[in-house]
């Protein structure tokens, strides 16, 4: 039984551009619609899994007054029939007709397990529900449709029903933080948004009446081409205006400017109610309004605006503070409407790194006998001569990273680490090295000054090494490097910071990865998925397989590059690692603690695997090569053509 969770949608700027830019397929002179949607807190909980037919139960208490179980054949005709019929699960059999047209599925069980999203209200409670049943057949048929492929069955599945919902309305499908979505004709564009600070959001549903069919089919009537000068206003409002609106508000996010994203918000509802509100009278929207101007309202508040096709149906503020958002919570409901909170937090940036030391090195033996592998040195391009670790550090200080966990074997190995980092040379050796030379061994120093250390006793897999730096994590990102491979940037970022550049676009757990040949996969993990940009950089990753044999990664793990051609892709070696996999981790130690097996490993992959199937994998292809030093044949590669 897979358990999933798809929340609504609030769009916070930009609304009715959706549709408003798709007509460029008509008239080149509109602008490409732009919105910023984020999901929210609240959304349905499900549990699925594969069945004959088609069918949907529901143990949520929330919708107990208007739920009825609901079944059908996988039979086109009749799926599409309920679509038309407007029934309460219409929108899931529109989905679900498609996937049988297209995808020749098979049946899916939907188990309703939690609904915490108002419906009718704004939210998009209908395409939530429509990304549930496309995620459900995408997961449990392995389709291999990256988000945006998900969301776009959910459009064009609600499309089968008697709703015209815009395009923005699935953005429910990229989980709860902001996306800039650009919409050009048919193409849809949808970038991940910073935010600086936290920004406390409140909406709340008027509970009062809008009539969405007529605002639409009203707006519409002043495209493609704009014949009065009113029309004129409303293609300015919602291209060139909006677009400004919209850039500003991104680098008020972005800079953690609350005050003047507020102050947006207000504007945004001023040309709104200027431009747009007189081109149909079903926005005319005394509640909203008195809503927005009551006084005992604006000390809470840095602005505020209304929601989705607008109208009397939702509202929304940005406040203040924490304090604020809950005291206008308070308030809102008090007056007899339904508020909800959306808290935006900020990516926190990695600023701690993990590198497990702890191996033998049995495979470089006998120079282990005396030297950790990490210690080994290796020429670079600067003339120097450094060890391993030394490299790695500098490139994660170099990255930002601020304080580094190394995972030991013993106490005893920690001398060869403060002998390196700790002891200053003698006045002797000092005087002997070079100005420069002199200079880089503060630079040494430095570096012993950020370096922690844990250890591992029990030599019981790579992520129980890991898993013993989970009181230096503290429940924060830590970006984590391997002990024997190195890095060298084809950019002017090393690669862990292009790697934390890109966690800090998707906020979720990350691995770097690089193509390598179908005759090595037998070597190797192997990570399988969808491209989710047009570049091939940023991989959806669906499946994790470790050493799979070449006809089995040639049939089912390649992923298709710009020319079509299959490519197979490993670890490079540098992974993000989220809470929730120290999380697993721990619970993965106590199930082999409980069964008395003290010999199994504990295994990083298997702990990764787990989280990517609950909340998602990202693989990010960096511009970079590594070199493995882990053995005799790679050691031997590394020193000769690292430095190049």
């Known amino acids: 039984m897979l358990k999933l969770f798809v929340p609504g949608r ?47 139960h529901s143990d949520a208490a929330e919708l107990s007054d208007v739920w009825r179980d609901f079944s059908c054949r996988m039979s086109e005709q009749e799926l599409k029939r309920v679509a038309k019929s407007g029934s309460f699960f219409s929108y899931c059999a529109g989905v679900v007709s498609y996937m049988l047209e297209w995808y020749k599925v ?25 990304v ?11 389709l291999n449709l990256n988000t945006l492929g998900e969301m776009n069955i959910a459009y064009l599945g609600e499309l089968r029903t008697s709703s015209r919902c815009g395009r923005l309305d699935q953005a429910c499908a990229f989980g709860v933080k902001p996306n800039l979505m650009t919409f050009d004709g048919d193409e849809i564009e949808v970038k991940p948004l910073t935010v600086k600070k936290t920004l406390y959001w409140v909406f709340a549903d008027l509970c009062a009446e809008k009539d969405t069919i007529k605002i639409l089919s009203d707006l519409n009537k002043a495209y493609p081409f704009a014949t009065t000068e009113g ?4 293609h300015k409002a919602l291209g060139e205006w909006n677009h400004d609106i919209v850039e500003k508000a991104i680098k008020c996010m972005a800079t953690g400017d609350a005050e003047s994203l507020g102050q947006l918000m207000t504007h945004a509802e001023e040309m709104f109610d200027e431009y747009i509100a007189p081109m149909s009278p079903a926005l005319w929207a005394p509640k909203l309004h008195e809503v927005l101007h009551d006084p005992n309202i604006q000390p809470m508040i840095w602005g505020g605006k209304g929601v989705g096709s607008h109208g009397d149906g939702s509202v929304q503020f940005l406040a203040r503070s924490a304090e604020d958002q809950q005291q206008l919570l308070e308030y809102l409901n ?36 005396s030297l950790k592998k990490d210690f080994f040195p290796i020429p670079c391009s600067d003339g120097m001569v450094r060890p391993v670790i030394l490299i790695l550090l500098e490139e994660l200080v170099k990255s930002g990273v601020e304080e580094i966990c190394l995972v030991l074997g013993s106490e005893e190995e ?29 630079r040494i120093l430095d570096l012993g000054k950020r370096l922690h250390y844990v250890y591992q006793h029990e030599k019981r897999g790579f992520g129980h090494a890991v898993f013993q730096a989970v009181e230096f994590a503290n429940n924060e990102p830590v970006l984590l ?35 390598i040949p179908l005759a090595e996969v037998s070597h190797y993990g192997i990570l399988s998925g969808v491209w989710e940009d047009k570049e091939n950089m940023h991989l959806n990753v669906s499946v994790m397989n470790e050493k799979p044999k070449a006809s089995y990664a040639e049939e089912f793990l390649g992923v298709r590059n710009k020319e079509g051609e299959k490519e197979y892709y490993s670890v490079f070696g540098q992974y993000i690692l989220t809470p929730e996999v120290f999380a697993q981790l721990d619970e993965d130690i106590k199930k082999a603690d409980e069964e008395g097996d ?17 909340s998602g994998m990202m693989g990010i292809r960096l511009k970079g090569t590594m070199y493995d030093m882990g053995n005799p044949t790679a050691l031997r590669n590394c020193v000769r053509y690292f430095s190049r």
């Open 132 to 142: 549930l049943v496309a995620r459900a057949f995408n997961i449990l048929y392995h």
């Open 481 to 515: 490097l391997l002990g024997d491979t190195l890095y060298r940037s084809q950019s002017n970022k090393p690669c862990a910071l292009q790697l934390i550049e890109q966690y800090e676009r998707y906020n979720q757990l990350m691995v770097s990865i690089h193509p």
């Open 414 to 442: 920690r001398i060869q680490y403060t002998d390196f980092f700790e002891r200053q040379l003698s006045e002797e050796h000092l005087r002997k090295l070079n100005k420069e030379a002199q200079e880089y061994e503060n």
């Open 10 to 56: 609030l769009c916070l700027f930009g609304e009715h551009t959706d549709w408003a830019g798709h007509y460029r397929t008509m008239n080149a002179d509109i602008l490409p619609g732009a919105s910023i949607v984020t999901g929210i807190e609240q959304g349905i909980y499900a549990e699925v899994e594969k069945s004959t037919i088609f069918e949907m």
């Open 334 to 369: 008090a007056q007899g409407m339904k508020a909800y909170s959306l808290t935006l937090h900020p990516v926190h940036t990695v600023r701690k790194a993990i590198i497990p030391v702890a191996g033998f090195g049995t495979r470089l033996y006998p120079a282990t006998r």
């Open 598 to 614: 003290k010999t199994r490993e504990i295994e990083l992959t298997a702990a990764l695997e787990a989280v990517r199937q609950k």
């Open 106 to 130: 098979g049946g899916v069980r939907i188990r309703i397990t939690g609904m915490t999203l108002p419906m009718k209200s704004g939210l998009s409670s209908s395409a939530a529900i429509c």
């Open 231 to 234: 029309e004129q206003n409303l």
